[in-house]
């Protein structure tokens, strides 16, 4: 099992480029998450799927879009990238066995919004 | 809102036990988990309470006090490879799923 796989790993965009950001899981897992991390800081949620054909918006969804594609795949689009949007993404995948949630992260995508 | 406070930093000796704190301010809480971030790397999950107490894996026990608002997490025999950052999340029950929120995390320097 590969676990949670992101792709690309590293990106450079010149300001109002657009990108996608892909992720998949092979654990069969219900729900999906899309973080950042700022240098030094904690991850902060941009969406999440709780499920196949639903999205929700997180903490911070300004300047993102999503689309679950599938149940294995969960992807993040930026339509007009920024330098503020210039960050590592996580993406992660969750069972959601009643009254627990361990998530499991992929290795993240840097990127640079020049 | 939803706010979450840890230390920014801990330094402490190898072989020693050292003990993060989070403290948290949330509504629709379910539970608190603690994260192991190294440099460059991903986050893995440590631990999860959901209950008051303690639970205990191997050299980390993590403790929760939700009447507090509070929880901990212990590292005990600390080696060299435990330096990283340690991040608290609060659980938040949405509907039929669940979402974490993060604190800031705490840089942990382990010292020879």
């Known amino acids: 099992n590969a676990g949670v796989t992101q792709t690309p790993k590293f990106q450079v965009l010149k300001t109002g480029q657009s990108m996608t950001l892909q992720c998949a899981q092979d654990?069969?897992?219900?729900?999906m998450y899309w973080y950042r991390q700022d240098p030094g800081m904690g991850l902060r949620l941009i969406y999440y799927?709780?499920?196949?054909?639903?999205?929700d918006k997180g903490e911070v969804p300004n300047g993102y879009n999503v689309s679950r594609l599938n149940k294995r795949e969960f992807s993040l689009r930026l339509e007009s990238a920024a330098p503020s949007q210039t960050s590592v993404y996580f993406c992660a995948s969750t069972k959601d066995r009643q009254g627990y949630n361990e998530q499991f992260f992929g290795p993240g995508t840097r990127l640079t919004v020049l | 809102g939803q706010s979450l406070e840890q230390p920014s930093e801990v330094t402490a000796v190898e072989g020693a036990i050292v003990q993060i704190n989070c403290t948290y301010q949330?509504?629709?809480?379910?539970?608190l988990s603690w994260y192991q971030q190294h440099d460059g790397g991903a986050p893995t999950f440590l631990s999860y309470?959901?209950?008051?107490g303690l639970e205990e894996t191997g050299r980390f026990s993590s403790f929760l006090s939700r009447s507090d608002s509070y929880g901990y997490l212990l590292l005990q025999e600390l080696q060299m490879k435990d330096s990283a950052s340690y991040f608290c999340?609060?659980?938040?029950?949405?509907?039929?799923?669940?979402?974490?929120?993060f604190g800031s995390g705490t840089r942990l320097l382990v010292r020879p």
């Open positions: 999340a609060v659980t938040l029950r949405m509907d039929s799923s669940y979402k974490l929120i």
């Open positions: 309470n959901a209950l008051d």
């Open positions: 799927s709780a499920s196949e054909g639903t999205t």
């Open positions: 654990m069969n897992h219900n729900s």
């Open positions: 949330t509504s629709g809480f379910y539970g």
